[in-house]
């Protein structure tokens, strides 16, 4: 990965074609091995096929543009591993480049989507002032709120624990420990959500290679095996009558991945779930079935159950509420560093099954993968 958080001066494309170097470079290979390129990019939305050119690939046999918002770098890693399956290719790069932030600008215009104007349909949202991801968040964690009596107190837990975790993180980008009280201090950004509730955003990219397990058993770092994989998109945005913030596409991929691996959440040592918001992190606790369904305020806020001491090791990194929002990408890279032992003081022992999950377009896309030592 390149650096991380407030880096200015370099394009998305830029990150990813960095990331793209280095993660060949960690891995032992050169580019001239590289015969598969699947690239993503984030809200800026500048990184494309042309990346095979700028690092000079030649004659590759896989190579597309994905988008899935924060489940691509699930997905991505589900598609390279049947290519690599199939024979197709050999060594796929999966790279996310991202560079919403600009010097000298809030983070929260980065995702103010201000200049679009959407046609028909879709303008009838726009005429609500429901349209940015906070405002659409929130709506979902306020019906979740009020169907199953989860609280902001609650949803304060996992942001708190999550700031233990990224003060363990030299990449972590906010490593000041917090309290509950901070939590419900802070502004609120989209009622119910505080500031605290919120992902950060970053610039930088993020790759991983994805090869066969005979030849990474050869390679400079030790291989982390894709044991299952899946993906759930509800399709119910903006549609009557469904269960919008109730429930996530991780109630479908979650169960279906670690079918494919032959586990159950009993059997995972370590969880990287998608926390664009600290509600997001929750529900997706339920879906998986980490806690029954409604009872993840009081799972979360448990004392024992998160935090670097407690018995549910989740987002061991700080997540992307602490660490650095690379979509996707950042709990697929911690649970990679996990799988290593390469995290350093925050390195889990029991790091054998790991399950990693995306999330994206306002509950509209997941990912779930199961990756081991």
Known sequence: MTELGKVYGRSSSRFAAEAARLAVADAGLLLSDVDGLLVSAGVANDVGLGLQVELGLRDLAVLTQMQAFGSTAGAMVQYASMAVEAGMAEVVVCVFGDAPLAEGSGAGNAYSDGHRTPAGWAGIQRSTGAVTPNVLYSLAAR????????????FGAIAVAQRDWAVLNPLAQMRTPITLADHQNSRIISDPFHLFDCCLVSNGGVAVVVTTAERARDLKQPPVHVLGWAQSHPGTRLRRNDDFGLVTGAARSGPAAMAMAGVTTDDIDIVEIYDCYTYTALVTLEDYGFCGKGEGGEFVSTPGNLGPEGKLKMNTGGGQLSSYYMWGMTPLSEAVL???????????????LILVSGNGGILDHHSTLIVGS
Request: a positive charge; glycine letters at 12%.
């Open 338 to 352: 996990q799988a290593r032992g390469q995290a350093g003081a925050r390195q889990q022992d029991r790091n054998e």
């Open 143 to 154: 019906r979740h709120m009020l169907r199953y009596g989860t609280t902001s107190e609650q």
